[in-house]
């Protein structure tokens, strides 16, 4: 994971819904190649900050009132939500949204839709969807609201990597789903970041997201609480107590602190 080129740059960005203000001056990158994720709780503006990237704050009341979205060097927050998908950009929004009374191949033709490339490009990308998730290819002709919540997931990932982007915006992708479908979808964005897609990822699962991020940003209440390398932040005592489960901590006699954490602190102790 990681590279060496820059992709995102967001510079001092501030949202507004109306007169509420949604984020204040949040800066961060996102290196060409690499998994970013943005952490927080509900109300943070995690979901605001993939809709200013994706230029798609418009449809849902909100305006971007300063500061700056640059991709690849040009800037894109000037541009309308199909040129940021052509300039490779492309968001898998939270709670799936898929077109259910769409069979699944319409779903990922649609998902091509604008995006640059000839036939032959297309047919590499839903090559690489239906090597992705192979229940796609077999379900091709089934109803999209017919699909389990986790193949909707991954349906809603296949539709937006029909456009082959350069950066892939996740939204709650493990939102609702059930520990081990979560799990393959894990396993699923480490495969598309192999491949050399970059990835800028919010999720509330604060364990999966650090096991698959390089760096990490914790937003609170629409401003950047702490950044850094997702090494440093999970032994950060804050982040381990708010987001990775800790229940309690009590001094040693030598004088070093141990954590009593949640199982799932204590598998990220053993990949870490």
Request: charged share 20%; glycine share 12%; hydrophobic share 45%.
């Amino acid at each position: 994971m990681g590279g060496t080129g820059l992709a995102l740059e967001v510079t001092d960005l501030s949202v507004g819904y109306g007169p509420v203000r949604a984020l204040r001056q949040v800066s961060l990158t996102v290196p060409e190649g690499a998994v970013v994720t943005v952490l927080g709780g509900n109300g943070a503006g995690k979901s605001t900050l993939l809709r200013a990237v994706s230029r798609t704050l418009s449809f849902h009341g909100g305006a971007v009132t300063s500061g700056s979205v640059t991709f690849g060097g040009r800037p894109i927050d000037g541009l309308a939500p199909d040129r940021v998908v052509a300039a490779g950009v492309s968001q898998v929004p939270e709670g799936r949204q898929v077109f259910a009374r769409m069979t699944v191949e319409d779903n990922l033709r649609a998902g091509a839709l604008g995006a640059p490339g000839d036939r032959r490009a297309k047919a590499s990308a839903l090559r690489r969807v239906h090597g992705l998730f192979p229940v796609l290819a077999d379900r091709s002709h089934q109803r999209a609201g017919l699909l389990s919540g986790g193949e909707q997931q991954m349906l809603a990932v296949g539709r937006a990597l029909m456009a082959s982007p350069k950066l892939l915006l996740l939204d709650e992708p493990s939102l609702g789903l059930a520990p081990l479908m979560a799990a393959r979808i894990a396993d699923t964005i480490r495969e598309i970041n192999s491949q050399g897609t970059a990835v800028l990822l919010v999720e509330q699962n604060a364990a999966l997201a650090l096991r698959l991020a390089d760096r990490a940003y914790v937003l609170e209440v629409g401003e950047v609480a702490l950044s850094g390398p997702v090494a440093e932040l999970a032994a950060s005592d804050e982040v381990r107590r708010r987001y990775l489960g800790v229940v309690d901590e009590d001094q040693d006699t030598d004088g070093s602190y141990a954590a009593v954490a949640h199982p799932v602190l204590t598998r990220w102790e053993e990949i870490r």
